[in-house]
């Protein structure tokens, strides 16, 4: 008898995709393909095992493609109502979920958790309903399904009720909420994330901290984890792939561009993010402009190449904090700026090859987010790195847990303190400099994404 389930072995299930689509001007569909842990640790396990990636239609092009048919094997992109989609990614998941775990709220007047709340929960919920239906669909019996993120809370309690015969896991890449912030959100709404949540056999985090944070959350609000087992997957940067991709031609020329434009002998510090709220972007140049105004000596011999690149336009939050971030920026260059020198190279137009270029020749590289799950730029850099780079890096990012000790750590909100940090970044030896990066290389590749996904899937499978 033919089984009644789908043939999947393996199924992921994430917001968004490994792949995407625009509409070229022709009318033809054109695919743009992303990286990260996730797509290198897919490819890890062969194409045999029959995986499925399960993602949502994100814009125009990914729904011109569902309703063209056009789609990559081994991807199943769901069109989830537009709107719905909207409610649940840019108001529940991205300003609300996002918020609390990355405490982000001006307390004072927010959040407020009224009807208009409620009713993005609802679409939120349709939302997570739609990937557990479609998982169900698509899995073979007692198959494996790893749900990332805060976006997907519920689906491993609901596709728990539709496949008892699954083993399901879920996965954070942010960081968890402490009990008593998790707590702004409505009693039932946080009750239901972390019920929702517990469907999973076994929960993974980049960090402990973060899996302790959940642990106390479900301890206070639900009496525990039940028969949830937690689990600690540090992902690292690809060693492999970052060292050869940034000795390749186009980043060799980014790199002439960059000299030039920071200037011959000049040291730079760089950081590299999306124009994200937790990556505290601002006070990282207010910090620079400290070490301008306590240490003069720096001026001309010191350039602030920051590359921040377009996040979450949708929300207002984020355009007010990218015009900030520019604001900023160009008050500084009129403040300090000279005829040869700009002290603040500001770039917002995403380009990797150009991020991997300033890698290489990053003096320092500043990672200061207020909160954040891991910070994976704190491990590319010393991986990438040419002649050496000091990390400057917060105590509230994940990659402190592995990084800190090599690093120069600092709490994300001190701007005096960071401006301390960034001196003595930049007067480190050149000695001390190579050796802490060979540590930090070393320690920021212990799970390359391949291993911390096949990790993952022997817990499960174990
Ligand atoms: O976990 C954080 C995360 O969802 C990552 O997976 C991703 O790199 C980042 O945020 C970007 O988010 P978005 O998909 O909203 O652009």
Redesign the pocket.
Known sequence: MASPYGNHQILVAS??GPVSYDVREDGELQAKRGGGGLVSGLSAIGPDRGALWVCSALGDGDREAVARGVGEDGVRMLDIDAEVHADAYNGIA?SVLWFVHHMLYQTPLEPVFDKEFRRQWASYEEYNRAFARALADEAAEGAVAVVQ?YHLTLVPGMLRQLRPDLRIGHFS??PWAPVDYFRLLPDDIAEQVLRGMLGADRLGFLTQRWASAFTACAQELVGGLGDTRVGVHGLGADADFLRRRSHEPDVAARMVTLREQIGEGRKAIVRVD?TELSKNIVRGMLAYRQLLEDQPSWREQVVHVAFAYP??QDLAVYRDYTAEVQRVADEINSAYGTPGWTPVLLHVDDDFARSLAAYRLADVALVNPIRD?MNLVAKEVPVVSDEGCVLVLSREAGAYEELGEDAIVVNPYDVVGTAGALHEALVMGAGERAERTKRLAAAATALPPAQWFLEQLRELEG
């Open positions: 917001n968004r991205n993120d890449h942010t999306r996040s979450r799950g």
